[in-house]
């Protein structure tokens, strides 16, 4: 095979991957004009089609998917060695793309990297926030977070953050228009602020336990988020009770901007978790993450 050839094929996965001209061309650092020329090229050599191009997407032919099979892990494996001669610098280099919750980027990844990143300059981090589970193989990533009982068993699982807790609080002013509530049940009575989950499309149903029995309580109101933040927000301005990860609400808690109910049917669950697949070859920038993500208590 004639080098450019391989070339252009790298540059057909980055293509079908991305299912985006534009996407694919950043990714590889050239126009997006040179990426179509060189996609037209290959087509034309092989003569056949192996992408269908429409005003919104980029999809493979059956010819072009059975070529990507084919050479996609091939290109991957390529790729991994490459990243693999980093052994032999004297400080880790390299790009490692971790997704993640907004939640988990902001209270256990970047505290960790922010003090400690700028004494390897070498190493490049994409964090890439995403509240669904991603398919981090699938998707091109390094890693993904986790709750520690959300991570597959065919993965590697390192702890990065504490074990943690969801509280339910509102404001003290929604107190005094409603009573708190004395138990889970209770909450289908109030009005609280929904989480819509990413993944499934669907409500999340808030999860209680108290001495080991647990209780899943389907809650209504007038607002509905799909991240943390506006959560908080929403019941710092008095519109509902929220559900949400204790160490987002513990400054106003101690201010008496928000009150706690229900605290002995919240119960700790495992923390934050770096997970990876197993098979993956590690790579020396790779590895120097996850040791400062590393939660060591």
């Known amino acids: 095979m004639e080098r450019q050839n391989l070339a252009d094929l790298a540059a057909l996965v980055a293509v079908a991957r991305e299912r985006n ?3 694919a061309a950043a990714k590889l650092g050239v126009s997006q004009s040179a990426l179509s020329q060189t996609i037209r090229g290959l ?3 092989l003569g056949i089609r192996l992408l269908t191009r429409t005003t919104r997407s980029v999809s493979s032919t059956e010819a072009g998917e059975r070529l990507l099979t084919a050479v996609g892990p091939r290109l991957d494996e390529i790729n991994a060695e490459v990243a693999a001669l980093s052994e032999f610098r004297d400080r880790p280099a390299g790009l490692v793309r971790i997704t993640c919750s907004e939640h988990a980027a902001e209270t256990a990844i970047w505290p960790r990297l922010a003090t400690a990143l700028a004494e390897f300059p070498d ?4 964090i890439f ?3 669904s589970f991603t398919d981090i193989a699938a998707e091109r990533f390094d890693a993904g977070v986790r709750l520690g009982e959300s ?3 065919d993965m590697v699982a390192v702890r990065i953050g504490p074990d943690a807790r969801l509280v339910a609080v509102a404001s003290p002013a929604y ?3 409603r009573a708190p509530p004395a138990s889970p ?3 289908v009575t109030h009005t609280c602020i929904n989480l819509r989950l990413a993944t499934r499309g669907g409500l999340y149903a808030w999860e209680f336990e108290k001495d080991h029995h647990p209780l899943h309580v389907r809650v209504d109101g007038q607002l509905t988020f799909n991240t943390v933040r506006p959560i908080v927000e929403a019941a710092l301005a008095g519109y509902g009770i929220a559900f949400v990860p204790e160490d987002s609400v513990m400054k106003f808690i101690a201010k008496g901007r928000l009150l706690q109910v229900l605290d002995e049917w919240c119960q700790p669950m495992s923390g934050f978790h770096l997970y990876y697949p197993s098979r993956r070859q590690n790579s020396p920038a790779f590895r120097t993450v996850v040791d400062l993500l590393r939660y060591r208590g």
């Open 129 to 131: 926030i995403d509240h």
């Open 151 to 153: 991570v597959e068993k």
């Open 123 to 126: 190493i490049k981090v994409e």
């Open 43 to 45: 087509e034309e050599r």
């Open 185 to 187: 049940q209770d909450l």
């Open 175 to 177: 107190f005094k228009r």
């Open 21 to 23: 001209f534009t996407r």
